[in-house]
């Protein structure tokens, strides 16, 4: 099956620093990315998706200025969480999909947490 | 407007069979989708329906009606590791996805 990674698995860092986090699929293209946000014994939560060379579709209530995202190419997209507080502590995952077809390919996952 | 039921917890014992029910509203439809999800990781891919009628792979199947909007995955042989979230996921016309709350699954020695 395809092959999502991401980058960094964890991560620790001050209130109010930037973080980026990397989403690659390694092994196909993936003409869209969506980014998830899943907060402890809760469900997946969509934040944006991604068209690679296109601005992100965010979800309602996300911040589009706080939760930056870049889909320079057809293997890689960034989440960059800005100005990080301690509510944005949360696990961060991405997702690559081809084309039409609905599958998603998950990458393994970002642990955020913010001091 | 879109939605996904499926219930928050089930408890099963090892060995048995559990079934996890799934329906959905959906403008359009692209396919269900069914996956794993354990505590602490990133969902994994195990079923794709988009014909009624029942998709059996090992231990897991997974069952689909579009007349009536349902779906359910169906583990036999429970085992420990099975304990999960099981998360049902409907493709919309958009090819979006929609997601369900999830279901966890305790299975009790």
């Known amino acids: 099956g395809a092959v999502v990674s991401q980058h960094p698995s964890w991560v620790i860092c001050k209130s109010g620093t930037s973080v980026k986090i990397e989403c690659r699929s390694l092994?196909?293209?993936?003409?869209?990315m969506f980014w998830y946000r899943q907060f402890p014994k809760q469900s997946l939560m969509l934040m944006a998706t991604?068209?690679?060379?296109?601005?992100?579709?965010?979800e309602q209530g996300v911040e589009k200025d706080k939760f930056l995202i870049n889909h320079a190419s057809l293997t890689l997209s960034t989440l960059t969480v800005t100005s990080a507080h301690p509510e944005d502590s949360s696990f961060y995952i991405c997702?690559?999909?081809?084309?039409?077809?609905?599958?998603?390919?998950f990458g393994p996952g970002t642990r955020l947490t913010v001091l | 407007g879109q939605n996904i039921d499926q219930p928050t917890e089930m408890t099963a014992t090892e060995g048995a069979i559990v079934q996890i029910n799934c329906t959905y509203q959906?403008?359009?439809?692209?396919?269900l989708f069914w996956y794993q999800q354990h505590a602490g990781e990133a969902p994994t891919f195990l079923s794709y329906?988009?014909l009624d009628g029942l998709e059996e792979k090992g231990r897991f199947s997974s069952f689909l009606s579009r007349s009536k909007g349902y779906s359910y995955l169906l583990l036999k042989e429970l085992q420990m590791k099975d304990s999960a979230s099981y998360l049902c996921?409907?493709?919309?016309?958009?090819?979006?996805?929609?997601w369900g709350a999830g279901t966890k699954l305790i299975i009790k020695p």
């Open positions: 997702s690559a999909g081809q084309g039409d077809y609905n599958e998603q390919f």
């Open positions: 092994d196909f293209q993936a003409t869209t």
């Open positions: 991604s068209n690679e060379g296109s601005k992100a579709t965010y």
């Open positions: 959906t403008s359009g439809f692209n396919g």
């Open positions: 329906n988009v």
């Open positions: 996921a409907a493709g919309d016309s958009n090819y979006q996805l929609i």
